[in-house]
């Protein structure tokens, strides 16, 4: 049973673009965690998913960001017109229940 | 509102000592807590989960002990080695809600001299 997979692990985009990262979460796993670190801070969670359901969006900013969870394939976080501040690292985490969460690697977005 | 404080910040040791690294959490209506370990631009490691019901949980030379109702959490780490070098992360699973999302300390930065 593979980890929780995503990509890509490093991201690089100019001010202005898409951002878009994947999560493919444990095989069987139908929660989705998204959290983000910004340099020199704690992690904070941003949002939770089900299968094609937004369960508690509460740590998203209000504006440019959105993530589905969609019935086939993996969770998508993204972020339009990006900024220098969205430059973090991006962890998502799978459970099968609202049991333990499994981490992935965490995708790296730099913004230049 | 649960927070989550480490100390210390930053901790520095000769190799070969034993180790104690502090996490307090303000609420202690917690399902669980877990310890990670996250190296330099790396992802998260899980390193230990103890259950709000135990005390305490040991993998080789880490053990994690889990006072709740004093909202603690201490991960001691015995003969100290190099390798041990990282940032540890103390997360916990608050009851509040019914979403499980993790609620997160900033972490304590371990150094391990040869």
């Known amino acids: 049973n593979a980890g929780v997979m995503q990509n890509p692990r490093h991201l690089v985009r100019r001010r202005g673009q898409e951002a878009r990262l994947r999560c493919s979460p444990m095989?069987?796993?139908?929660?989705v965690y998204w959290y983000r670190q910004l340099p020199e801070e704690g992690l904070k969670f941003m949002v939770y998913l089900q299968k094609e359901n937004i369960i508690d969006e509460s740590g998203m900013p209000k504006e440019r960001f959105s993530a589905e969870f969609p019935k086939e394939g993996p969770s998508i976080l993204r972020i339009q017109q990006v900024v220098r501040g969205d430059s973090a690292a991006y962890f998502c985490?799978?459970?099968?229940?609202?049991?333990?969460?499994?981490f992935g690697p965490g995708t790296r977005l730099l913004v230049l | 509102k649960q927070e989550v404080t480490q100390i210390p910040a930053a901790l520095s040791v000769p190799e070969g000592e034993n180790l104690v690294l502090n996490c307090s959490f303000t609420?202690?209506?917690?399902?669980?807590l877990q310890w990670f370990r996250q190296d330099p631009g790396k992802g998260l490691t899980s390193l230990l989960l103890i259950q709000s019901s135990q005390r305490e949980q040991t993998s080789g030379r880490l053990n994690a002990s889990l006072d709740k109702s004093s909202g603690r959490s201490t991960l001691y780490i015995a003969a100290s080695q190099p390798g041990d070098s990282a940032t540890y992360l103390c997360?916990?699973?608050?009851?509040?809600?019914?979403?499980?999302?993790?609620?997160w300390g900033l972490g304590t930065s371990l150094a391990v001299n040869p």
């Open positions: 095989k069987g796993h139908s929660h």
């Open positions: 609420d202690s209506a917690i399902y669980n």
């Open positions: 985490a799978s459970s099968p229940r609202k049991e333990t969460q499994y």
């Open positions: 997360a916990v699973n608050p009851r509040a809600g019914n979403n499980r999302k993790l609620i």
